[in-house]
Nanobody, 121 residues
Framework: QVQLVESGGGLVQSGGSLRLSCAASGNIFSIYAMGWYRQAPGNQRELVAAATSGGTTNYADSVKGRFTISRDNARNTVYLQMNSLKPEDTAVYYC???????????????WGQGTQVTVSS
């Protein structure tokens, strides 16, 4: 079993910053991609940013230039530095990881429990 534990959400004023962290633990051989998704009330869950173990990153257009994703592969941890936050960034942010467990050559997708980010205007 694999667990993803997120931290760092909260309430911030428009223009402020927050840093999210997500640590994966458990039965892990390797992790290919780790990323952050978000879901606002009434909306579908959407990709915010993702990073592969090789360093390739991908961002939603709405956060480019404001958010930065990074990974510590040795600690199976992914971070999301969020700057210049806007009220429209308000959502529950979920961590996602594509994990290969020992003895199998298959990737399994795992999700964290979500952390609330609220940006006030």
């Amino acid at each position: 079993q694999v667990q993803l534990v997120e931290s760092g959400g909260g309430l911030v004023q428009s223009g402020g910053s927050l840093r999210l962290s997500c640590a994966a633990s458990g039965n892990i051989f390797s992790i290919y991609a780790m990323g952050w998704y978000r879901q606002a009330p009434g909306n579908q869950r959407e990709l915010v940013a993702a990073a592969t173990s090789g360093g390739t990153t991908n961002y939603a257009d709405s956060v480019k230039g404001r958010f930065t994703i990074s990974r510590d592969n040795a600690r199976n941890t992914v971070y999301l530095q969020m700057n210049s936050l806007k009220p429209e960034d308000t959502a529950v942010y979920y961590c996602n990881a594509d994990v290969i467990v020992p003895g199998e050559g298959i990737e399994y997708g795992y999700w964290g429990q979500g952390t609330q980010v609220t940006v006030s205007s």
